[in-house]
């Protein structure tokens, strides 16, 4: 029985082109991860710890809480992370003077320097991507991005941080 959302399928959406696509995406993130992880590795951390620095830098004084439903992962396994980061001085927690019982979370300049090797690598292959799509393979990139976000989450990214907003 032909599935309705199916039936009639441009091209574009077959199922070799589906999988093509796919492909695209784990073989661009590999090479997209690849030198951040290598820099990474230099201090003992991976993917995690990147992350966070990267959505602290992007959300300046963010609560452990809010970091929490950007990241989508538990408790325990961001106070790993996170625990590691403040005592090797990268970040540093702060308590927030309006509510005491929040913790607010900043970059160390050892943290800001590290932010900024890890993502002048990965901007400097975006931007030679992009320079060489046009304008128009940008805008199109960036509208099947936000499309594949779940959609009770795209109010998140704003294109500009912060990225905090509620769902």
């Known amino acids: 029985m032909a599935h309705p959302d199916t039936d009639a399928l441009p091209d574009f959406l077959g199922e070799e082109e589906l999988r093509r696509a796919m492909e695209l995406l784990f073989f661009a993130y590999r090479d997209f991860t690849g030198e951040a992880d290598a820099i990474l590795a230099e201090d003992g951390f991976g993917r995690a710890h990147h992350r966070v620095v990267y959505f602290i830098k992007r959300n300046p004084g963010i609560s452990v809480n809010q970091l929490l439903g950007i990241l ?12 590691q980061l403040v005592r090797e001085g990268f970040v540093r927690q702060d308590t927030d003077p309006a509510d ?3 913790r607010t979370l900043a970059l160390t300049a050892k943290g800001d320097a590290l932010e900024g090797r890890l993502t002048a690598c990965q901007s400097a292959r975006v931007r030679r991507a992009f320079e060489a799509a ?7 990139f960036s509208e099947i991005l936000t499309l594949m976000i779940n959609a009770d989450e795209r109010n998140r990214f704003t294109g500009g941080g912060p990225h905090t907003g509620k769902v």
């Not at 989508?72 to 625990?83: M, N, S």
């Open 72 to 83: 989508k992962i538990t408790k325990q396994a961001l106070a790993r992370v996170l625990g």
């Open 134 to 140: 046009g304008a128009d393979a940008v805008r199109g």
């Open 100 to 102: 005491r019982r929040r």
